[in-house]
């Protein structure tokens, strides 16, 4: 197994990346919104205005 972000071998303590530097680029690329999962919106979707949530009372 090689490490997703160099293409260097595993190391078992931070696997499944092979050194601390990489798992943290991972998780900044998470958390810079760099991955996603792609999603298709359905018809249930569209009810609500733009930038309001299901679980919020509407004003």
Request: with cysteine; hydrophobic share 25%; proline share 10%.
């Amino acid at each position: 197994m090689s490490c997703p972000i160099c293409k260097k071998p595993v190391d078992v303590k931070y696997r499944p990346f092979c050194s601390r530097r990489c798992a943290d680029i991972d998780l900044g690329r998470w958390l810079t919104e760099s991955y996603a999962i792609p999603v298709e919106k359905s018809e249930e979707d569209g009810d609500l205005p733009d930038g309001e949530d299901e679980g919020r009372p509407r004003s």
